[in-house]
């Protein structure tokens, strides 16, 4: 009788390849695509090409500089996942250039400079995002608003778009405007009955517009799960501490701060939570270090968007918790089976 010997895990998913996995997270995305679309217009499709063109472009070269094989590496996938994350995360009327510079320093600095796939200890997509955030502050945060669209009489089309993307159309500026999480920003101290009331009344599309994208990137982080391709560890674990925060931070004062309900549906919170935060190489491995990591990006995007300069802090509360990952880890390991839970500490002079 032979015996089939396998290294661990031990949990064999037959098919389940890298690229088969990026295919799906992909795919996943797809509800998210279209709501954003739908609700913007056809910005995001525009951005996702310009981002794939450039993330395929830019790991062949960078791959050939290396000379290691461009096709082997490009058919994971990886990259167009970034490129994906990075395009649905871009405003809709971002200039062609920032797309490009975004995806072209997560694929080259984020990434490949740390070996490639598996190698990265940050979220490739973040680096980018945060980067031209912090480089580009105003077309980064020049989103369309759904209230501005039906004031237009119809969301802007494909040729304007294009246009605006390009550079060839000033007028796109009559669309955009603040998104519901910057009007919380900019309050001037007013928050529940005054700014919700202010809010309500000229921005009732616009929590309701970003209220569907965030319902649809959640179905798409709930098909991951079913799919096994993510735990719900981590993005539960960043719902719970976002909506704590901010449970506790509205009982204690609610004339200036937001309601639970518009903290976990404005933004990028489920794209965040379900895309971006269970990334398998920047994150954490164990089950209890997700539950510690995803904690924690929750309560750091409650912070930055409170009291930062951002009025939305997932891109960072990420890359923070990126830094983190290796010590929840160190002190999250499960016990070996037959063995007692080892102690964890520092090591002063040969002591614990």
């Known amino acids: 009788m032979s015996l089939l010997r396998i290294t661990s895990p031990h949990t064999h998913r037959a098919g389940r390849r890298t690229s088969w996995v990026m295919q799906m997270v992909i795919l ?77 320093f997560s694929v080259i600095f984020a990434k490949q400079v740390y070996g490639g796939l598996g190698n ?8 980018g995002y945060a980067i031209c955030l912090v480089s580009f502050p105003v077309p980064m945060t020049q989103w369309i608003g759904a209230s501005e669209i039906i004031q237009a009489g119809a969301v802007p089309s494909f040729s304007d778009s294009l246009a605006a993307i390009f550079g ?7 669309y955009t405007m603040a998104t519901p999480l910057d009007a919380f920003k900019h ?11 202010s809010i309500a009344g000229l921005q009732s599309a616009n929590l309701v517009s970003w209220m569907y994208v965030n319902l649809a990137y959640l179905a798409g982080g709930l098909l991951l799960i079913w799919l096994r391709i993510i735990t719900w560890h981590t993005p539960v674990a960043m ?10 931070f509205y009982g204690l004062d609610p004339d200036n701060a937001a309601s639970t309900i518009f903290h976990l549906t404005s933004g990028a919170v489920m794209l965040g939570a379900f895309f971006i935060a269970t990334d398998p190489v920047s994150s954490c ?19 930055i968007r409170t009291w930062g300069g951002y009025p939305d802090g997932v891109a960072f509360a990420v890359l923070l918790m990126n830094f983190a990952a290796p010590l929840i880890d160190y002190f999250t390991q499960p016990r070996a089976y037959g063995h007692k839970k080892a102690k964890k500490g520092l090591t002063i002079g040969g002591e614990k």
Not at 239 to 247: F, K, P, Q, T, Y
């Open 28 to 104: 996943a995305t797809v509800p998210g695509l279209i709501t954003q679309t739908y609700l913007f217009g056809y910005g995001t499709l525009i951005n996702l090409v310009i981002a794939c063109l450039t993330a395929l472009a830019s790991e062949a070269f960078i791959l050939k500089l290396r000379n290691r094989p461009i096709g082997f590496s490009l058919s994971d996938c990886s990259a167009l996942l970034t490129a994906v994350l990075l395009a649905l995360a871009l405003p809709p009327t971002v200039p062609w250039w920032l797309t490009v510079t975004a995806v072209s």
């Open 168 to 174: 060839s159309l000033p007028t796109i500026d009559s």
């Open 187 to 197: 309050k001037d101290g007013l928050m529940s009955s005054e700014a919700y009331a």
């Open 239 to 248: 719902i719970a501490g976002l909506g704590l925060m901010a449970n506790i």
């Open 285 to 303: 491995t164990s089950n209890r270090g997700k539950l510690v990591y995803g904690l924690g990006i929750g309560i750091l995007i409650y912070v």
């Open 120 to 127: 990265n200890p940050f979220n490739p997509a973040m680096v």
